[in-house]
């Protein structure tokens, strides 16, 4: 007892050298300073000093919050945007510092003092790295069924045709006083694939990623919306009723070979494509293989959803008030519309030309699927088809094309890093 005494004792004396200087440190500064600093310190006396640009960002961001939640607008990629916008124009938060990735580079000294970095700071590097796009192509890659492709290898054209509203993009983003990198950013958007449209614009033009990854989603989301007036507009009503013959069986070695067989003529023919091509069809060799079903499945479920989760909120970071609110995000907006109408009517006026030379006629409607939003203009297809005939199933014929969009959109990208990298 006496020598548990004894120690407290002495813990009570040390305790009381360690608190004493701070004692009398906080007894020199007034109760008013220190309500002052605190005062100073807040995120609302910043926004009084001139940071009000946050509060629009702030309001863009609960704008976003509602076409996700409420409109239910890509959600899964949206919210986190939303949220990530959120926290990156919270005043004084110091989250993200666009200076460590300025000029295009990762400025690593500067991250070796960790009071100068941020949460996501550390999170964008995923992105910038190139890390996130492609962890995602492999979810996307063990989710896709290349069969109608393979079954209907006319798809491929279909799928290329609707790359044009990339490239046509691309030359109308010049013209407005883009710079090539940034044009070639803004030209992906066509392809309506948002972890390429993320990828290609972290390597080419990083200060355009936040409002091109915000117009590619937004404008995914709204395919069903922008693609069946142009589908419509470029068909009759005879064309629309064309009743496709049902597609043949393919087999499960065509299945295996073709992942491997892309990979390396495509990593080949165009080197800066391997990433995403190499990552897609690791995927598909999972899925169709059937020797890794639990790989197969996490990279379907828990390892698309974690990535999912960094790759949103990381872009949205990048989403200041400077980097957002000019001209260029609105031209990018304007344009990205542009892009998805263009790659629709692309795949339309190729599957109608391909029907003047052919037996078996294409219904037209396939072609907008070329962009490789998928399923979803898959289901555009075959939504309008059944409006001009209820007896016509287009939807596996239109996944021909639509999965071709994914390699395709993919195979542009590498296009444009391998001129303009």
């Known amino acids: 007892m006496k020598q548990m005494k004894k120690y407290l004792f002495r813990l009570v004396a040390f305790l009381g050298l360690t608190i004493t200087p701070f004692i009398a440190s906080a007894e020199e500064v007034s109760l008013g ?210 009743v496709m013959k049902q597609l043949r069986k393919v087999s499960k070695t065509e299945k295996i070979i073709f992942p491997i067989i892309v990979t390396v003529f495509v990593s080949l023919l165009l080197p800066s494509a391997a990433p995403l091509i190499g990552c897609l069809m690791l995927g598909n060799l999972m899925r169709e293989s059937g020797v890794v079903e639990r790989l197969s499945k996490t990279v379907q479920n828990e390892l698309m959803n974690i990535t999912t989760i960094f790759l949103g909120v990381s872009v949205g970071a990048t989403t200041t008030a400077t980097a957002f609110l000019n001209y260029q995000t609105l031209a990018i907006l304007v344009i990205g519309i542009l892009a998805f109408a263009l790659g629709s009517a692309g795949g339309v006026l190729l599957a109608k030309f391909m029907n003047l030379f052919t037996k078996n006629k294409i219904n037209p409607l396939i072609g907008s699927a070329g962009v490789s939003a998928v399923p979803m203009a898959a289901r555009v297809s075959q939504t309008v088809g059944q409006e001009a005939n209820p007896g016509n199933f287009l939807l596996m014929h239109a996944m021909g094309p639509n999965v071709a969009g994914v390699i395709g959109s993919a195979v542009a990208a590498g296009i444009l890093l391998s001129f303009l990298g």
């Not at 009071?115 to 063990?142: E, H, M, S």
């Not at 983003?173 to 066509?190: D, H, P, Q, W």
């Open 33 to 242: 300073e220190s309500i002052s600093k605190f005062l100073n310190d807040t995120g609302f006396a910043r926004l009084v000093e001139g940071n009000w640009l946050c509060l629009v960002m702030i309001a863009v961001a609960c704008l976003l919050f509602y076409l996700a939640i409420v409109k239910k607008f890509e959600p899964l990629l949206l919210l986190p945007i939303a949220f990530g916008m959120l926290l990156t124009n919270l005043p004084g938060a110091g989250l993200y510092h666009p200076e460590l990735f300025e000029g295009g580079h990762i400025h690593w000294p500067d991250f070796a003092n960790a009071n100068n970095v941020g949460l996501l700071d550390y999170i964008y590097l995923g992105v910038k790295l190139g890390i996130y796009p492609c962890v995602i192509f492999i979810g996307v890659g063990a989710m896709t069924d290349f069969g109608p492709l393979l079954a209907n290898p006319k798809s491929f054209l279909l799928g290329a045709a609707a790359q044009i509203g990339i490239f046509a993009t691309f030359l109308g983003a010049l013209v407005l006083g883009f710079n090539y990198a940034e044009a070639g950013s803004i030209g992906i958007i066509g392809g309506a694939d948002g972890p390429t449209a993320i990828y290609l614009t972290s390597k080419l033009a990083p200060n355009l990623l936040g409002p091109i990854a915000v117009a590619a989603y937004s404008y995914m989301a709204l395919v069903p919306v922008i693609q069946p007036p142009i589908m419509k507009m470029l068909t009759t009503q005879k064309e629309r009723e064309i």
